[in-house]
């Protein structure tokens, strides 16, 4: 049997973009790294208590140049992918974290939940043939 790694999630953004969240590899790449959090409630003596979780989400090629004008902090999105285990050493230490590498993000919410945000919220993803995207963003 194939080993399975998806992860589809909803959150909202922790931030807003900056120079630091954005960039290209020297290849030429579009990178994006973003943080998203999610709430549940848990029962905590007796009382029903919220608990965030944060995700890290890097968004790769077209689908990051595009999507990032759209991203702005509480922004609600959907991200469709991987997780990533990333592993590096630093002064003798090893250490590790799971990312999120995502195949397609979705914008989620009306005019009312974010500002800058398409009429129509799209989904961004490298794999489609560019259907996928609103008329109105520009290339």
Known sequence: MTD???????GRLVRDIDS???GYTA??????NISIATNRSQKTGGQWVDKAS???????????????????????????????????????????KVCIIANAVQLLGGKDNARNTPQQAGAYSDTGNGDDFP???EF
């Open 27 to 32: 290849g030429g790449m579009a990178r994006l």
């Open 20 to 22: 630091g969240s954005f």
């Open 54 to 96: 944060f995700f890290d989400v890097t968004v790769w090629g077209k689908s990051a140049e595009n999507i990032k004008p759209y991203l702005s902090k509480g922004k609600q999105v959907a991200i469709e992918g991987y997780l990533d285990q990333q592993r590096w050493e630093k002064d003798g230490r090893k250490y590790s």
């Open 4 to 10: 399975i790694n998806t992860v589809n999630i909803i």
């Open 135 to 137: 008329e109105d963003i």
